[in-house]
């Protein structure tokens, strides 16, 4: 960029307004130029990634003799306006105001309505018009604030506040813990490229250098840093031919299911699944589904499918399914979602990552799962780029900042187990992110119009949302057992730390964790097979199974091989494999208790059943061999207990 372009005070040159602006543009009612950009396409509609239409008719100045003019038809029939002592011009209307004042008096009381054939014709045309001229605007309205509402909780960098400025005998530590990268600044947002100023940039990007040396101008030379008064189009804005085409032009619309369809199968969702995988706010979500937000906002729209594709597998309703087998409910609905863009142009917005979540919820439960080892990481990946897995600088929380908090646990937790039961690396580690827990605050006290009660959890009223917290902690274990003893390669530092016994002090570590867990988990969440409370019951059955599911991962690996002698065999590898099948009966008789109180099959703990299968048929083969034929009757007992509650998912989940 030359530096000619670059001033402390405005072109003194007058700005010719152009003629034919798009209909964002006059929506707005800011200068388009449209005619002067390339393909017609104003620098207005690139910013905020709309399509440049010129749809919405211009409103023509009225002529200077009326067409038709619209008088007072409150006269008697044969007299004049003259006749009353009114001047014709003080009852002559033209254009847009002869349709209002004719609207005025057909809803006055009484109604004034006009008898005159040719000025009735005329109204109708004008009303017609009218219409489709506000329908038109109410389109672009809805796109405009659709894109605006999902980008407003986007983060961007900012300058480093003197208060935290960098010194010269600065603690490490402070570094580590420089929150400069999440806060928004007014000079680093001038400085944005096309959609970055809605991507998240790290402490050790070149945008947050930039904004360090604004930040050393500032200080020692004054003024608010770089000016910017003008910027060429050519290098600041994305240009039409590095774009993908929009999804919009050559994607057919939604199909939903009819509405009271749609309301089972997204009370559905709310109630077997979402309770046990939280991603969605669901007051918001249903004030939206009633206001047709889907209908017109193709990322909200996606959103609604994949709760209805979820939905479809917990109800008999013959609508949900493609044909007799059971396996194709909510396929109608899931085929017509396209997570994946065509385009990275645009930032990800909230709708993006809840739709990542839920694909890979859906596809789960089919037999082509693939996706749910490739949604999850690009999924993470995306809520990076807007700094949806960093801490956010606001005090006290919000609906928005809860929503982008959910999902990104919930893509991080699938993300854990896709890997786990994949035997693939995970897509992030603790390390990487520092954001919050959620809330210990359930749905129904977000809102209230006191703002010093909204998020304040009643006492006497024991929270659902912690599940969800301890939830996460338990995953927060599973993942460093995967980091750690499923490592591929061990790093040269860990390799040196490690000494002889370094497998079994992390086992240690591990079960140590998982003992604190087990301790500490509140006592409505506690296991109880007569629990009277359905929903803690439900989710008390997930993390105890979570959790033996969790001990089995641990101590599978030292199962001793059958060829080994026991004098061959580390003493490690005596109690891991009592641990593993002890967990794995346990685990069983939790899910089948689950089952036989006549529960709705819990998909999410699919696979754990499978694991404690295979471990009970591995200990059955083992006594087999010694000859403990009374552990061989319990065990295949048990193997038909996890066999009873496979079939029950199968029904509707491919993957059992």
């Known amino acids: 960029m030359s530096t000619e372009n670059f001033s402390d005070s405005p072109v003194a040159t007058k700005k010719r307004r152009l003629r034919g602006a798009c209909d964002l543009c006059k929506l707005k009612k800011t200068r388009c130029d449209s005619a002067k950009m390339p393909n017609n396409i104003c620098s207005n509609c690139i910013a905020y990634n709309e399509q440049c239409t010129h749809d919405m008719l211009a409103v023509k100045k009225p002529p200077k003799k009326p067409t038709f003019n619209f008088v007072n038809y409150s006269l ?12 014709p011009e003080a009852s002559v209307y033209t254009g847009k105001e002869a349709l209002n004042a004719q609207i005025s008096q057909i809803l006055s009381s009484p109604p004034l309505l006009p008898t005159d054939p040719a000025i009735i014709q005329q109204l109708l045309i004008d009303l017609a018009q009218r219409v489709r001229d506000l329908d038109a605007e109410l389109a672009v309205c809805r796109q405009v604030l659709a894109r605006e509402t999902a980008g407003e909780v986007s983060i961007s960098p900012g300058v480093i506040p003197a208060a935290t400025a960098p010194t010269v005998d600065e603690n490490i530590s402070a570094v580590v813990e420089d929150k400069s990268d999440v806060v928004l600044t007014d000079s680093l947002k001038r400085l944005t490229v096309g959609q970055s100023r809605h991507r998240h940039y790290g402490k050790s990007s070149a945008i947050m250098l930039m904004s360090f040396a604004l930040h050393v101008k500032k200080e020692m030379m004054g003024g608010d840093g770089l000016a910017l008064s003008v ?3 050519e290098f600041w804005n994305d240009q039409p031919w ?20 749609m309301r089972q199968l997204l009370n559905l969702y709310f109630e077997e699944d979402n309770d046990l995988i939280c991603l969605i706010y669901r007051p918001t979500f249903e004030r939206k589904v009633a206001q047709g937000l889907h209908e017109y906002d193709r990322a909200f729209g996606a959103v609604v499918l994949a709760c209805c594709a979820i939905g479809s597998r917990y109800t008999n309703d013959p609508r949900v399914f493609l044909n007799a087998n059971g396996h194709t409910a909510g396929w109608k609905y899931f085929r017509q979602i396209r997570p994946l863009p065509t385009s990275f142009t645009a930032p990800a917005t909230l709708y993006d990552l809840q739709v990542y979540a839920l694909s890979i919820l859906y596809a789960n439960g089919t037999t082509t799962p693939e996706s749910s080892w490739v949604l999850p990481g690009f999924g993470i990946r995306m809520a990076q780029a807007v700094g949806g897995h960093r801490k956010k600088p606001s005090m006290r929380p919000t609906i928005e900042d809860e929503e982008w908090k959910r999902a990104f646990w919930c893509l991080w937790a699938i993300d854990i187990i896709s890997a786990v039961t994949t035997g693939r690396p995970l897509a992030t580690t603790a390390d990487d992110y520092d954001v919050e827990l959620p809330v210990l605050c359930d749905d129904e006290y977000w809102e209230n119009p006191n703002p ?16 969800w917290v301890q939830y996460i902690s338990l995953f927060e274990i599973l993942a460093f057992a995967h980091r750690t003893i499923y490592a591929v390669k061990r790093s040269k ?9 370094w497998d079994k002090k992390v086992i240690v570590a591990i079960d140590s964790s998982l003992n604190r867990w087990v301790d500490n988990i509140p006592s409505f969440l506690r296991w109880n097979p007569h629990h009277p409370n359905t929903l803690f019951f439900r989710q008390s059955m997930t993390l105890y199974a979570l959790y033996y599911f969790i001990q089995i991962q641990v101590h599978r690996p030292f199962i001793w091989n059958v060829g080994q002698s026991p004098s061959e065999v580390p003493s490690v590898y005596f109690p891991s494999l009592a641990i593993c099948v002890n967990a794995a009966r346990a685990l069983c008789h939790v899910v089948d ?30 006594n087999k061999c010694s000859g403990t034929q009374e552990q061989v009757e319990k065990d295949l007992d048990n193997v038909q207990r996890c066999l009873s509650i496979l079939a029950a998912h199968e029904t509707r989940s491919a993957a059992s």
Do not use: C, T
């Open 231 to 233: 910027k060429r189009g």
């Open 242 to 261: 590095q774009k993908a085409l929009h999804e919009d032009d050559y994607l057919p619309p939604y199909s939903f299911p009819d509405d009271d369809l």
């Open 76 to 87: 008697p029939s044969g007299s004049s306006p003259s006749d009353s002592g009114q001047s």
């Open 493 to 501: 530092l860990a390799s040196e730390l490690a000494g002889p016994n």
């Open 452 to 467: 010093q009660l909204r998020f304040i959890q009643p006492p006497e009223i024991q929270p659902k949302s912690a599940y």
């Open 593 to 622: 208790i689950y089952q036989k109180r006549g529960m709705r099959p819990a998909f999410v703990v699919q696979i754990m059943v499978f694991y404690s299968g295979i471990v009970l048929v591995i200990n059955i083969w083992r």
